[in-house]
Antibody
Framework: EVQLVESGGGLVQPGGSLRLSCVAS????????MDWVRQTPAKGLEWVARSRDKAHSHTTEYTASVKGRFTISRDDSKSSLYLQMNSLKTEDTAVYYC?????????WGQGSLVTVSS | DIQMTQSPSSVSASVGDRVSITCRASQDITKSLTWFQQKPGKAPKSLIYDASKLQSGVPSRFSGSGSGADFTLTISSLQPEDFATYYC?????????FGQGTRVEI
């Protein structure tokens, strides 16, 4: 059974940093594209970042609003995906989902809430 | 960025009804479209990918159609567990973008 379990969310002040983790099970992480998607009541669902599979050298893509501030990475040996978030802004407040990028976005984690507030 | 526009924003329906939701892209996305279902407090669940292919385990009452810029999600006979919010998303080009959602309610 495919499972994605996020952790690392919480409350952080504007300008601060946070690292989200996602542990994958039920499949071989290195074989899959993986994404982070966030959701807010105001803006809805927003794709954030992508890490391609090992065959594509784990190259990455980002949405413009996080480029230069967020970094997606992975450790296939630990079946883990990460999102390092720096210089956080209040508008980054959201539930962040770890998502497997096969056949569209076929499996989603349960989400991790990130709140950026002073 | 490609804009995705869903209609209607909400629909009232009854168990057994046929319900259709449309999604329009601001440019040609061929068949690079997926549909999700989301219930309150839960993660989205993938229903359809490549515009018309059913994800494993999804009931056959769900179907998708369309290509280019116009797409439709149809629920052939609404069941109680189908009351939820539905989203479309394009994965033709970055940044991937979502529709604003369609709430299916009683």
């Amino acid at each position: 059974e495919v499972q994605l379990v996020e952790s690392g969310g919480g409350l952080v002040q504007p300008g601060g940093s946070l690292r989200l983790s996602c542990v994958a099970s039920g499949f071989t992480l290195s074989d899959y594209y993986m994404d982070w998607v966030r959701q807010t009541p105001a803006k809805g669902l927003e794709w954030v970042a992508r890490s391609r599979d090992k065959a594509h050298s784990h190259t990455t893509e980002y949405t413009a609003s996080v480029k230069g501030r967020f970094t997606i990475s992975r450790d296939d040996s630990k079946s883990s995906l990460y999102l390092q978030m720096n210089s956080l802004k209040t508008e980054d407040t959201a539930v962040y989902y770890c998502v497997r990028g096969r056949n569209g976005f076929d499996y989603w984690g349960q989400g991790s809430l990130v709140t950026v507030s002073s | 960025d490609i804009q995705m526009t869903q209609s209607p924003s909400s629909v009232s329906a009854s168990v057994g009804d046929r319900v259709s939701i449309t999604c329009r892209a601001s440019q040609d996305i061929t068949k690079s479209l997926t549909w999700f279902q989301q219930k309150p407090g839960k993660a989205p669940k993938s229903l359809i990918y490549d515009a018309s292919k059913l994800q494993s385990g999804v009931p056959s009452r769900f179907s998708g159609s369309g290509s280019g810029a116009d797409f439709t999600l149809t629920i052939s006979s609404l069941q109680p567990e189908d009351f939820a919010t539905y989203y479309c998303q394009q994965y033709k080009s970055y940044p991937y973008t979502f529709g604003q959602g369609t709430r299916v309610e009683i």
